[in-house]
């Protein structure tokens, strides 16, 4: 973020002050091309979400009758489709909370626990090898491949006897899919988290942890004493990479909670279906909606950036 | 075994644990003694941070898996529960009879390799742009990267918007320069091409993300002996820079061909439906929707059992690749 404070000053094109005469005069049409193509990209990746904002605030002859990037004038601006959205998606927003927030700390936890595990432990490399490979390869399965089985799988869990007690207290028994949702999210999610956090542990110092074996620490104790309180920057990242997957996520939604008219229907579900009738689409409803989808991990990212992008990038 | 000292030490006592099995060694056989004999000295006490979250895994991604490979060979449609006495492989050959099949496998293949190629390309051009010693360096890196911050079903909300065919930017732009307009999202010989243009803009600042990390490995020498060598930038890159990129092009292509593979979730809320516009089925859409529209459970597991076995073919010489090299 200070870096971002600093670039706050100054134009783009303006030349680097700090620069010595030699490179004043290096200014040339090289530098002017690689600026002009860098702005040229940023309007790429910037026009679909601008032209987004703008269409949000505009009334129907508005979204019509402008420009989709141009902003809206006098007559044709209105909060009304941002009131309208957050009406339809309100609860929404709850219910991916519900589910998102747990399964991200439970997932990184066990993530976690995972990496150490195969990590700063002596077993034989022959036998860990398998292990680690089935847990890696675990990344990349497209989720299809497990669909079927997993709604049977659910159906066959009579969660709703279990959880009777939460419905005796008044809950609709749809919440039942959140804790589908949470365990689903967590099993699928362990793979790179235990990923992300290996790669991490790998590099950690060993001499601590060979110090503290020698003095007899146990397993757990050297967990908690050395290496948990020694991953905070990687828990940033995990977190928030799982956060951004599993609240953007649609497909299990889809599978597990079925049906937008669920008391329990995260957001994603009820914004797919927004704003597209059979009478044609209301754009200016589907922006508005996107934003308010979108604001939770926008948030998140505008924040921690840097940890985002460490999280990809692994 | 492992299960006892699983739940055995919830005291948080590991050491004693251990320490009294290694014991009892001597006194006669031991269960953990043994396992670690065979596995290692922490094997057993180790087990207590990887196995659960391991068996997990195993359950919900393998053992799915199987059970998908044993529905794909049922007959099983509708409500009710799948019928195993009866296993073949119709579901396949129904497949391979299938048009629909057939279009949405090639659909998915040109996606995959489209997809993949032009988001590299960009991805690498971002890269080297942002590694040109810029300022607002950050700034710059950061709006690249945000589109990959969002969900698949805000992204197609903008893109349906895009692509409008009265009033979205992309025929705005067109008709400017003087072209007819196009029906992006209605024509099923476009379509797929407007999907992966879309799916460009969201994956190219992750591509341009791993790129860049691979350009600061490269040790500033490189580009200085070229310079000496009076080779233009251009020529640098190509001849220098580039083929020092192969581990980040590897990597980067493995998992968005990944992407392209779940593109499910773009499709799905592009038009709020299971059905995809004509033209842009993929196998992804055709299994969710075989399953959970028409209720041909044993038909769409088939369908995911082909989609498993390509990501299969891509993931495995990858996995196999990194393994040699030491990084698994």
């Known amino acids: 973020m200070s870096n971002d404070a600093r670039t706050d000053g100054g134009t783009v ?44 605030f505009k009334t129907p002859s508005g979204v019509s009758g402008s420009l989709p990037f141009a902003p809206p004038t006098g007559g044709t601006f209105t909060f009304e489709k941002w009131r309208a959205a957050f009406d339809a998606l309100g609860r929404g927003l709850i219910n991916s909370a519900l589910y998102a927030i747990p399964a991200t700390v439970i997932s990184a936890l066990l993530g976690s626990f995972t990496a150490y595990g195969l990590t700063q432990s002596n077993w034989k490399q022959k036998y860990k090898a398998p292990v680690l490979a089935l847990l890696v390869a675990g990344v990349f399965i497209p989720y299809q491949a497990v669909l079927v089985p997993l709604s049977q799988f659910w159906s066959m869990i009579p969660l709703q006897e279990w959880l009777g007690f939460l419905w005796a207290l008044g809950i609709n028994n749809d919440y039942a899919s959140v804790i589908e949702l949470i365990i689903t999210h967590v099993a699928y999610g362990l793979p790179i988290c235990t990923v992300l956090f290996r790669s991490y542990y790998k590099n950690m110092s060993e001499e601590m942890i060979e110090a503290a074996r020698l003095d007899g620490a146990s397993i757990r104790r050297i967990y908690r004493r050395i290496v948990l309180p020694l991953s905070g920057p990687m828990f940033a990242v995990v977190l928030i990479y799982q956060f951004t997957q599993i609240w953007n996520d649609l497909l299990f939604t889809l599978v597990l909670v079925q049906t937008e008219s669920s008391a329990a229907a995260p957001i994603v579900l009820i914004l797919a279906g927004l704003g597209t009738s059979l009478e044609g689409q209301d754009f200016a409803l589907r922006m508005a909606g996107a934003f308010i989808a979108a604001l939770p991990t926008l948030a998140v990212y505008i924040a921690f950036g840097e940890e985002f992008a460490e999280g990809v990038a692994t | 075994m492992t299960r006892n000292t699983d739940t055995g030490d919830d005291s948080g ?19 953990v003694a043994a396992l670690n004999e065979r596995f290692g000295s922490d094997f057993v006490e180790s087990s207590q941070f990887w196995l659960p979250p391991f068996l997990l895994v195993g359950l919900f991604v393998y ?46 293949f040109i996606l995959l390799v489209g997809f993949t190629l032009v988001t590299l390309a960009l991805g690498l051009g971002l890269a080297i742009l942002i590694d040109r010693n810029i300022r607002f360096e950050n700034t710059f890196r950061t709006i690249y990267l945000l589109p990959m911050s969002l969900s698949f079903v805000v992204t197609a909300q903008f893109w349906a918007w895009m692509f409008n065919f009265n009033n979205g930017v992309i025929n705005i732009v067109i008709t400017s320069l ?9 024509n099923p010989d476009i379509v797929l091409w407007a999907v992966m243009f879309a799916l460009m803009w969201q994956f190219a600042g992750y591509a341009m993300v791993v790129f860049l990390a691979g350009l600061r490995a490269i040790p500033n020498e490189h580009y200085e002996a070229a310079k000496v060598d009076g080779a233009s930038t251009v020529r640098m890159y190509w001849r220098v820079i580039i083929p020092q990129l192969k581990g980040s092009t590897i990597s980067a292509s493995v998992v968005l061909m990944v992407f392209a593979l779940k593109a499910f979730d773009f499709l799905y809320s592009l038009v709020g439906g299971y059905r995809p516009p004509n033209g842009a089925d993929i196998l992804a859409t055709k299994m969710v929707r075989e399953a959970y529209a028409n209720l041909n459970w044993a038909y769409a597991s088939a369908v995911a059992i082909t989609l498993f076995v390509m990501t299969l073919g891509i993931v495995g010489p990858y996995l196999y690749y990194q393994y040699n090299r030491g990084n698994l």
């Open chain 1, 13 to 56: 094109t303006e030349a680097d002050p700090g620069a010595s005469a030699g490179l004043l005069s290096g200014l040339d049409a090289y530098r002017v091309l690689l600026y002009l193509g860098l702005l040229g990209m940023l309007t790429f990746f910037l026009i679909p979400i601008e032209s987004g904002l703008v269409t949000s």
């Open chain 2, 13 to 31: 006592d590991a050491v004693t644990d251990g320490g009294v099995a290694e014991e009892g060694q001597r006194s006669g056989f031991s269960p």
């Open chain 2, 178 to 186: 003087g072209l007819g307009r196009v029906d992006w999202i209605g």
């Open chain 2, 63 to 108: 053992g799915a898996i199987i059970w998908n490979l044993l529905i794909s060979l049922t007959d099983f449609t509708g409500f009710g529960t799948p019928d195993y006495s009866d296993l073949d492989f119709q579901m396949y050959s129904r497949a391979l009879a299938d048009s629909g099949f057939v279009d949405a496998a090639i659909n998915t």
